[in-house]
């Protein structure tokens, strides 16, 4: 799977370029310029592009308070609890963390930087092999080895070299790049919440995808953007319409579900084929329709 941040918008975690922007707010009312229209163009006139570091640089005095102003961001405060936002994993972690508890899921790319999705799978009693650097890459077990792998594509929000800013996002590191070479190569795709817009490096990264053994399915919610529908050619994907993360999700996981029921008892009795399919009909909602479609049968 390839996930970007629709995954968390439920949850009230805020994309990475709104994190920029309201640390370049905070820094402009720091410096008594509370009522900007352009915050950004603000910013660039006066200290350049806009990047974590710097911006952590001006708004707090050693990197742990860095870490510690943007866990505000991820993890919530009594104003979030009061306001409903929790800021835990959504029906969409909680419905991918079942596919891999299953074994159909085992290797995750996202471009987000929160735990949501770590939280969800270790609530299915699994440790996912987290891959947020370089560094961590080298020192990690082979993928092949691992029953979940997930690869935090722009980092983690407890390290503060965490990548947003276009020219961060411009290039990955060579290792990092055979390393996608390889993923993108050996399994199929699932994309989702990613609107392929803003990581060029990423972009990068699947137009060297040459071959398509494995199926690739790119989720879409509203209207694709001009760089998706480039990459959706390239990759032969099959664009799938959503209502949303949560939603598309929750069905495949029950529907993965109730399959993994059919194959489980075999021969099956009629009365118990009856019960399972009411099961996979209920359960994903087919047609808009409850299981009472079997009530004549």
Same mark, same amino acid.
């Given at each position: 799977?390839?996930?970007?941040?629709?995954?968390?918008?439920?949850?009230?975690?805020?994309?990475?370029?709104?994190?920029?922007?309201?640390?370049?707010?905070?820094?402009?009312?720091?410096?008594?310029?509370?009522?900007?229209?352009?915050?950004?163009?603000?910013?660039?006139?006066?200290?350049?592009?806009?990047?974590?570091?710097?911006?952590?640089?001006?708004?707090?005095?050693?990197?742990?308070?860095?870490?510690?102003?943007?866990?505000?961001?991820?993890?919530?405060?009594?104003?979030?609890?009061?306001?409903?936002?929790?800021?835990?994993?959504?029906?969409?972690?909680?419905?991918?963390?079942?596919?891999?508890?299953?074994?159909?899921?085992?290797?995750?790319?996202?471009?987000?930087?929160?735990?949501?999705?770590?939280?969800?799978?270790?609530?299915?009693?699994?440790?996912?092999?987290?891959?947020?650097?370089?560094?961590?890459?080298?020192?990690?077990?082979?993928?092949?080895?691992?029953?979940?792998?997930?690869?935090?594509?722009?980092?983690?929000?407890?390290?503060?070299?965490?990548?947003?800013?276009?020219?961060?996002?411009?290039?990955?590191?060579?290792?990092?790049?055979?390393?996608?070479?390889?993923?993108?190569?050996?399994?199929?795709?699932?994309?989702?919440?990613?609107?392929?817009?803003?990581?060029?490096?990423?972009?990068?990264?699947?137009?060297?995808?040459?071959?398509?053994?494995?199926?690739?399915?790119?989720?879409?919610?509203?209207?694709?953007?001009?760089?998706?529908?480039?990459?959706? *050619?390239? !990759?032969?994907?099959? +664009?799938?319409?959503?209502?949303?993360?949560?939603?598309?999700?929750?069905?495949? @996981?029950? &529907? /993965?579900?109730?399959?993994?029921?059919?194959?489980?008892?075999?021969?099956?009795? *009629?009365? !118990?084929?009856?019960? +399972?399919?009411?099961?996979?009909?209920?359960?994903?909602?087919?047609?808009?329709? @409850?299981? &009472? /479609?079997?009530?004549?049968?």
């Amino acid at each position: 799977m390839l996930l970007g941040s629709g995954i968390s918008r439920s949850a009230g975690i805020p994309t990475g370029w709104e994190v920029v922007l309201d640390l370049i707010k905070k820094v402009a009312q720091i410096e008594g310029e509370s009522s900007l229209t352009d915050p950004e163009k603000w910013y660039i006139e006066k200290y350049g592009e806009p990047d974590y570091a710097k911006l952590l640089d001006i708004l707090a005095n050693t990197p742990a308070e860095g870490a510690r102003l943007l866990r505000q961001y991820f993890e919530p405060d009594q104003h979030d609890l009061e306001e409903g936002l929790n800021k835990v994993p959504t029906q969409a972690h909680r419905s991918i963390a079942k596919l891999v508890k299953y074994g159909y899921v085992r290797m995750i790319l996202t471009t987000n930087f929160d735990r949501l999705l770590e939280k969800a799978i270790e609530g299915e009693g699994i440790t996912p092999v987290v891959i947020s650097t370089d560094d961590s890459m080298e020192g990690a077990m082979p993928y092949i080895h691992n029953q979940c792998t997930i690869v935090k594509l722009h980092g983690d929000y407890m390290d503060t070299r965490i990548k947003n800013t276009p020219e961060e996002l411009a290039n990955y590191s060579e290792a990092l790049n055979k390393y996608l070479d390889r993923i993108f190569d050996e399994f199929g795709l699932i994309i989702c919440g990613w609107s392929a817009e803003w990581d060029e490096a990423l972009r990068k990264a699947l137009y060297r995808r040459k071959n398509r053994r494995f199926s690739t399915y790119w989720t879409v919610r509203g209207k694709m953007g001009n760089e998706a529908t480039r990459l959706v *050619t390239h !990759l032969k994907a099959e +664009k799938m319409s959503i209502i949303g993360a949560d939603e598309f999700f929750s069905t495949l @996981s029950n &529907n /993965v579900e109730a399959l993994t029921d059919f194959g489980a008892s075999h021969p099956l009795s *009629t009365d !118990l084929a009856v019960a +399972k399919v009411k099961k996979y009909v209920s359960s994903s909602n087919c047609m808009g329709k @409850s299981s &009472n /479609v079997f009530s004549t049968t």
